[in-house]
């Protein structure tokens, strides 16, 4: 570079020194701000992805969001920040999961039913014959943000070295095996324990990251008799009893998923307190329904988690999964059908009856449980997917609970299931919903 008498020199005689080195240097300090300031960006864009354990590859194609921590007038609603409006953008939305539409996608399932060796033979709706695939083509899109894909090695991470356990009925066992096969595109399960009639006691060992991942059978989550052809053809139930097959082993639990609710739609007798509280659909017996008994198991069930970890150190996060709703056209008992190949459309089926007050219960009862214990070791939270599961009727195995129930021309109807779910199906999507939960309770 010149001297500033050459640049004198260069500008024609003008009696202005230093004029170009000015600029020049000028430009040069305007770079390295520049440089600096878009450093920084990179920095903190990726601090974002590594502190919420964001996929650096994501096969979703929606904005991934970042979750922050839950908003106060709502248990079920989780704070999420876009980068709409630019990546340094402070802007965030609230998003309820539970409200929302199904809209179609060309993404295919994770797994299908060749590749997930834990399916359980009736919901295993392709290889049992199902000859429509539209039902596997429809993701939920919840109504002010977008729902992540379920992230495999996000879920290993966060739950390194725990033991995560599913309690409650069938359903229960439906989505734990949802679980299961979403977690097997990266992480093979090795079967360590099967106890119990159909095997409903099992636990697994994932030694990629050591966890653990158990199923109990539970239908009441308290203490009950089951009915049988042998024994009575009603269920007895303690209301005030908890199930010790699940609630002995509260102490090594780090992650509780609990369903239940479609047994008490059953016969029963119900007792509280070492008295007949009254049935439910018996003769000679009052009456009393199954809304305030699904209550009280509820709240005992909540009571028994919340005295037990009192004094152990290590968090406890308990979900509830509200209500599913069955799509029987017709008696379940009477070969009632679900034939439909499409979800309902917004508006066309709404969330009302037995369904919406079976929801109420367990959202509540999760709320008054959250109450109860402050500490914060133990959180509890309802994984709402009561409404989203009512716009699928598309989603179960129907007559393909049993392989190719129509191969030799059968014209009459068969046998539906109705109120589970096939793998894979809808009922990724709540698993898709539970892993945004347990990111948001890591944040907090």
Not at 79 to 88: E, M, N, Q, R, S
Not at 210 to 217: E, R, T
Not at 245 to 267: I, K, N
Not at 294 to 317: C, M, N, P, W
Request: charged share 20%; with cysteine.
């Amino acid at each position: 570079m010149g001297s500033s008498s050459d640049l004198y020199n260069l500008s024609n005689g003008r009696k202005k020194k230093f004029t170009w080195s000015y600029l020049l240097c000028a430009l040069i300090v305007a770079l390295v701000i520049i440089s600096h300031f878009y450093y920084n960006q990179s920095i903190n864009i990726n601090s974002l992805y590594n502190s919420n354990s964001v996929s650096q590859i994501d096969p979703y194609p929606y904005p991934y969001p970042f979750v922050d921590a839950p908003s106060q007038d709502s248990d079920q609603k989780i704070i999420v920040t876009f980068p709409a409006g630019g990546l340094d953008s402070n802007k965030t939305t609230t998003c309820d999961y539970s409200k929302g539409e199904w809209v179609p996608t060309n993404l295919e399932p994770l797994y299908n039913g060749t590749t997930c060796g834990t399916i359980k033979q009736g919901q295993n709706c392709v290889v049992f014959g199902r000859p429509d695939r539209e039902y596997l083509h429809w993701k939920w899109k919840p109504q002010e943000c977008d729902l992540p894909r379920f992230d495999p090695n996000t879920f290993l991470n966060l739950m390194k070295d725990k033991h995560v356990a599913f309690v409650g009925d069938s359903l229960a066992r439906n989505q734990l095996e949802s679980l299961l096969c979403l977690i097997a595109t990266v992480s093979k399960p090795n079967l360590t324990f099967s106890g119990g009639d159909d095997n409903r006691f099992r636990k697994w060992h994932l030694p990629s990251h050591n966890i653990n991942v158990s199923i109990y059978w539970s239908p009441f989550l308290v203490k009950g008799i089951e009915h049988s052809p042998d024994r009575q053809n009603f269920n007895t139930l303690y209301l005030d009893k908890v199930d010790e097959r699940w609630a002995g082993d509260l102490s090594s639990f780090d992650m509780l998923v609990m369903a239940s609710g479609q047994w008490y739609l059953l016969s029963a007798v119900f007792h509280y307190e070492d008295q007949v509280l009254g049935c439910h659909i018996l003769d000679n017996c009052t009456e009393i329904g199954f809304y305030d008994v699904y209550g009280k198991a509820l709240k005992t069930a909540f009571q028994a988690i919340v005295q037990r970890r009192r004094s152990i150190e290590h968090s406890l996060d308990v979900f509830l999964t509200t209500f599913p709703p069955a799509h029987f056209e017709g008696d379940w008992d009477k070969l009632g059908s679900c034939s439909k190949t499409k979800p309902y459309k917004a508006g066309e089926e709404v969330l009302q009856g037995a369904n919406a007050e079976m929801r109420r219960i367990g959202v509540d009862k999760v709320d008054e449980a959250q109450q109860m214990f402050k500490e914060g070791r133990v959180r509890f939270k309802a994984l709402d997917v009561t409404e989203l599961s009512l716009l699928r009727p598309d989603g179960h195995p129907g007559p393909y609970m049993i392989p190719f129930p129509f191969k030799n021309g059968v014209s009459d109807r068969v046998q539906n299931d109705c109120v589970h779910w096939c793998l894979p199906g809808p009922i990724d999507t709540w698993n898709e919903i539970l892993l945004q939960m347990i990111k948001n309770n890591r944040a907090t």
